[in-house]
């Protein structure tokens, strides 16, 4: 185990001597592990009818509201990443980061409301919050994943809407040796569209398990190396001109004019790569020993090229005379030409290079009635970003044309060529800055006890304890700066790039790590020896510490009731003491920033009822019910304690105070859920839910009341506030067609359908000044998918599509600044064909039909920007020995 940053309390002490409890070795039951390897060896079906089976067979035994992502054989899960897979699941879907699934969203509630945990454990993430990339797991580390929709006391707390369980493979449950390896070419078609651009990339990826000394030694080593193509082409329109615009029309009417926009194309890299290894020692059926780590790693280079257009805003009316071809839409200008203006272009460069590593030793022992399980874990994360700009100016101002329709695909064209780089000049007095770097770091130690006993108490059936003890430390660092005061660039330093549908570019030719050395000095991409800016240290610099303890007891239930029904179930109580502290920089009046901390603690019960009431003998219909009480805590990033201070000197108006807030306490909810399931076949399932969440200590923007040195003060800042509920419906039918004649008795369905409410609001305002109210985040009214699957004969076929309404998401780092992701049908298909025992021929496409993207501000349906990624192809191979 890595060396600790943290000093440990006496209960992680104590956690960490007992999961180096020696145990006795003595005949009895098998342990849970022993069950799991045997069921594996039953199942004699294979490929997707056969992850479809043992999913459907997880979620039946749940004592839980699970949804279940099983590999149907190892290193054969349907993704390419676990992202990919839990956005088709029932209530889930995932926010787009270039192009991939990342960030899930579940049951109408954002990332901040999902808990994760990987084999049991709470981890750390590379997001400033709490929020979990889940691309960041590819699917030869991950061997299947537990999505839990009811909470039970045993449950890592942290998950609102759900939490979600990620599980590496057990070597132990295999009994010989088994290897796979994959190797992908994939095609992604943007990159013709954009000169330059990388449209190939590399997939490769394996697993190997194997037994040793009897079987009582089980390894496992997995890889994964992705060369992923980075590409976009968006357009950003930068807002109205509303109060200080003109009549352009003539129509006696002021219209709004857009103050600019811009048009960037990336063409950059994401290289990914993963190792796991893991290792299992079980001498007998009363010791169970095991150690695993995993890491993983993300370098995303984006050279980026812009054409900024930022005076086209008509201030008073100033350009009036300028504008033609006008179209407007609810008094909005959402289309013109416009002459005599200057069109700039940018080099811009963002690197983003992020890390993630989790290791864990799990001890099981049987001592007597008594199962224990001891852990301890430790988990790292890291994001080191950069981003830079050299900004060139054409010498000639010109004609902008553009078309701009709302909730459609923005386009634009300039009268001269933009693309020639003698028509810029080549005196640069400025860049598009400040240039930053910035740091991230997160650290989560972690302990655990828990022990358990079958009994005879009537109705109860086994008793569950648990001690869990956690340390965390979050930290985010920038640097800002610009880079000299002049350069003299020649215009042979640039070439053209085109671009589909877009204007051309100029770029460096010799690319942008060497030309910004050569002409604005060697220095002016490195952060060494620089300090941070006094605005660095009062907004981007701070610190995060949190220490937890908690306590469960369950018991699981199992009797009958109304007759002959049985029941099953679990109720249980867990217990969650926290301390926190937020760490920053206070700034008073413009003045020197000062060091400044504080935080708080709390303590919250999390009491749970979990009921299975089987209706008829054979187990076929089943209702579930569930009640709880779940958290969420702060994000971590707004636990900070930096802020700036206005104090009026002449005492008249009100001290203001603007930044983060240590003292947040947990978002919490009271949950009820209600669902009937008819397993009505092996690989069937017909289920109707209704879920409902009353959401306690919302945490939102606002302006409060308060006090600062003893005088009024209003706080801008992110508050507990009043809640609300979250409600909706949950149906799903899947089926596996097997009573069809030949060949249709191969087919299969998954459908599910998800309908979500809530009168949660977030502030739209971002000043604080008024609350203007917004959708709550990740409030998916609607989401749905629909896969079709066909198994025969060594071939399989898989054609999904998914759909979700529009939802409020924040997707930068600043989590007010909220757009409304538009409405979206994502589309993939894949088939596949093993040639042999041993060769699998695999080809694909995801984003079929070219689903684009739309983000609307939340206060102003015309104020749009959109995006799109293209498709992305692929062929492969599978070789398993």
Do not use: C
């Amino acid at each position: 185990m890595p060396k600790t940053l943290f000093k440990p309390t006496r209960l992680a002490l104590l956690l960490q001597a007992l999961v180096l409890l020696p145990a006795t070795a003595q005949t009895g039951a098998p342990t849970p592990n022993d069950n799991a390897a045997d069921k594996l060896d039953t199942v004699v079906v294979s490929g997707i009818r056969a992850s479809v089976r043992k999913a459907l067979d997880t979620k039946e035994a749940s004592n839980s509201m699970i949804e279940v992502i099983a590999s149907e054989d190892i290193g054969k899960l349907p993704d390419t990443t676990i992202a990919e897979s839990l956005a088709r699941l029932p209530g889930l879907s995932a926010g787009i980061d270039r192009g991939n699934a990342s960030q899930i969203v579940a049951r109408g509630l954002g990332p901040r409301f999902v808990g994760a945990t990987l084999n049991g454990r709470e981890f750390a993430s590379s997001e400033p919050d709490r929020a979990v990339r889940f691309e960041m797991f590819p699917s030869e580390s991950v061997s299947g994943a537990t999505v839990y929709k009811t909470q039970s006391a045993e449950i890592v707390e942290g998950g609102i809407a759900t939490t979600i369980d990620l599980q590496t493979v057990q070597p132990l449950a295999y009994r010989e040796r088994t290897v796979s390896l994959k190797a992908d070419a994939l095609y992604y078609q943007l990159g013709k569209d954009i000169q330059g651009a990388k449209k190939y990339a590399p997939r490769l990826g394996g697993i190997y398990v194997d037994q040793f000394a009897d079987r009582t030694v089980g390894v496992a080593l997995a890889f994964s190396y992705y060369d992923q193509p980075s590409l976009e082409d968006r357009v950003d329109n930068w807002g109205f001109n509303e109060e200080h615009s003109a009549d352009v029309t003539g129509d006696g009417k002021v219209d709004k004019t857009p103050w600019g926009f811009q048009n960037g194309v990336k063409k950059g890299t994401d290289k990914r790569s993963s190792l796991l290894g893991k290792i299992e020692y079980r001498p007998n059926a009363n010791v169970a020993i095991t150690g695993d780590v995993y890491a993983a790693r993300s370098n995303i280079l984006e050279p980026t090229l812009v054409h900024v257009e930022g005076n086209v805003g008509n201030w008073d009316g100033w350009q009036s005379g300028a504008f033609s071809k006008v179209t407007t839409d609810g008094g909005y200008v959402t289309g013109a030409t416009v002459a005599d203006v200057n069109l700039d272009n940018l080099n811009a460069r963002w690197k983003q290079n992020m890390r993630n590593f989790a290791a864990g030793l799990n001890g099981k022992f049987k001592l007597d009635d008594w199962n224990l399980d001891a852990d301890i874990a430790r988990s790292t994360a890291g994001r080191d970003t950069m981003w830079t700009a050299v900004q060139m100016s054409m010498l000639q101002p010109g004609s902008v044309t553009w078309s701009f329709p709302r909730d459609g695909w923005m386009t634009y064209r300039f009268s001269r060529d933009s693309g020639d780089p003698a028509a810029f000049s080549t005196n640069v007095f400025e860049t598009w800055g400040p240039t930053y770097a910035g740091k991230l770091n997160d650290a989560l130690n972690s302990q655990q006890f828990n022990a358990s006993r079958a009994v005879k108490w009537g109705d109860f059936s086994r008793l569950k304890f648990g001690l869990r003890a956690t340390q965390r430390e979050k930290s985010y660092a920038q640097t800002s700066w610009n880079y000299a005061s002049a350069a003299t660039i020649p215009t042979s330093a640039f070439r053209r790039v085109s671009v589909a549908g877009r204007p051309d570019f100029i770029e460096f030719a010799e690319g942008f790590d060497n030309a910004v050395p050569k002409y604005f000095g060697t220095a002016a991409l490195s952060a060494d020896g620089r300090s941070p800016t006094t605005g660095d240290m009062v907004q981007n610099n701070w610190r995060a510490k949190e220490s937890s303890t908690a306590a469960f007891a369950q018991a699981d239930l199992s009797g009958s009731a109304f007759g002959d029904l049985s029941y099953r179930g679990n109720l249980g109580l867990r217990a969650v003491h926290s301390r926190q502290t937020g760490y920053g920089m206070e700034q008073l009046n413009g003045g020197t920033p000062t060091p400044v901390s504080a935080g708080t603690s709390y303590t919250r019960f999390l009491p749970s009822l979990n009921l299975i009431l089987n209706l008829d003998s054979e187990d076929v219909n089943q209702l579930r019910f569930g009640v709880s009480r779940a958290m969420a805590r702060a994000p971590l990033d707004v636990m900070n304690a930096a802020h700036t201070v206005s104090i009026d000197p002449n005492g008249v108006n009100p001290t203001t105070v603007s930044g983060g807030n240590p003292l947040l306490k947990p978002m919490m909810a009271s949950q009820v859920d209600l669902t009937y399931q008819r397993f009505f076949d092996k690989d069937s399932l017909a289920s109707v839910g209704l879920f409902f969440k009353k959401v306690s200590d919302y945490i939102g923007i606002a302006s409060v009341a308060g006090s600062f040195n003893g005088k009024p003060a209003y706080y801008t800042q992110q508050v507990n506030r009043e809640g609300g509920n979250v409600k909706g419906i949950e149906l799903v039918y899947q089926q596996a067609f097997t009573g069809l004649p030949a060949p249709w008795n191969s087919l299969g369905l998954m459908a599910n359908y998800t309908y979500t409410d809530s009168n949660i609001k977030e502030n739209g305002d971002r000043s604080g000044g008024s609350f203007n109210p917004i959708a709550t985040n990740g409030l998916m009214k609607s989401n749905g998918g629909l896969t079709l699957w066909y198994a025969r004969n060594g071939f399989e076929a898989r054609l999904a599509a998914n759909h979700h309404s529009a939802y409020n998401r924040a997707p930068t780092w600043d989590s007010t600044a909220f757009q409304i992701n538009g409405a979206e049908t994502w589309v993939s298909a894949n088939v596949s064909q093993q040639l042999t025992s041993q060769l699998q021929l695999r080809l694909g496409v995801e984003n079929a039909t070219n689903q684009r993207v739309t983000y609307t501000d939340p206060l102003n349906p015309w104020h749009q920007t959109n995006f799109q990624f293209g498709r992305r192809f692929n062929v492969g191979l599978t070789y398993k020995l």
